[in-house]
């Protein structure tokens, strides 16, 4: 057991994270008091909290901030990536009550209140960091409610494990609607499989009607829209469980329009290919990332959330994919695009909320596919 280092707040109640490997930290209670489980992984992110909370890819997991203060610049509406905090649970040290910014609208103790999240403050999140890194990503429970550990053991060995899990469709819009560039003469469909708000105000200013379709919409109804060029988004969950995805992202890639994917949809993408995913050891989550652009030679600094990737041993067998961008720390794949077609995809994220603008050329690079492809100027 790691003991906290950290100022404790007596106001809130004892709190014990318990980790699948029976590792326990014990501190105080953030958010709602209760018990919650999930996979737990780590962002590195300095800044960005509110951003990450909302961000759907991040449904079923249990947060670690890296970052050693947390609430300190409070909340504000127009800062969520969502309507709703996605996370299952946070684990942070110093959690602060105290908003340093004047245009805080919130704090982030309400606003987890607000949203019913179960947290953890004041314990040795360094420590913890290390273990995952070493150990790799596991289920875990947060209890602020049930202090026992044999009765908590047991419901953490009832958590759900990441992979094998379909979870888009859980996040995913229900009904169809459109976003934004009503009526104009050029279509983007977008498959929403947990799509982040400021991905869709990059992609906004390309005058087109963009229509966000649910993760589950079938092909006929995509022919229906008439779409000159199709996106597909982030997600959560396991993207080899996504069946009904893969096969339209499938059909999607026949068609040879414009395309392109981020994160899950860029997992998607190789899987329609034939091209497998696989369980990374814990993941890239955070907004320092180094990546290579192989065909310009640049680098970029990156936002990653991911706990899937493509398969380096497939993909270099693939007679449609080829490899466009790698991550400078482990070579994993970071970037396809097919051979013959303009499609493409990354596995970061370019739209950066939060994180480095240095990846928003993409939107313009796939502008600029689509003007090429009708020769229009949108």
Known sequence: MYEAKTMINRNYKPAILLLEDGTHFEGQSCGIQGITGGEICFNTGMTGYQEIFTDPSYFGQIMVMASVHIGNYGARSDESESQKVYINGLVCKNFSTFMSRS???????????????VGISGIDTRALIRH???????????SSTEMDLTKLKKQVAGVPDMSGLELASKVSFADPFVFSNPNANYRLAVLDFGIKKSILEQLSPMNMEIKVYPAKTRMEDLKNYNAHAYFLSNGPGDPS??????????KIVEEKKPTF??????QLFSLSQGVSTFKMHHGHHGINHPVKNLLSGLGEITSQNHGFAVDPIQLEKSS?????HINLNDQSIEGVRHKTAPIFSVQYHPEAGPGPHDSRYLFNQFKENIESFYQIQL
Do not use: K, P, W
């Open 241 to 250: 469980a996504m069946d009904y995805a893969i096969e339209t992202v499938a």
């Open 132 to 142: 995952i890194r070493t150990h790799g990503a596991m289920n875990a429970i947060i």
């Open 261 to 266: 994917g981020i994160c899950l949809g860029h």
């Open 103 to 117: 245009l805080a609208q919130d704090s982030l103790q309400h606003f987890l209140e607000l949203h019913q999240v």
């Open 320 to 324: 449609n994919l080829e490899v466009s």
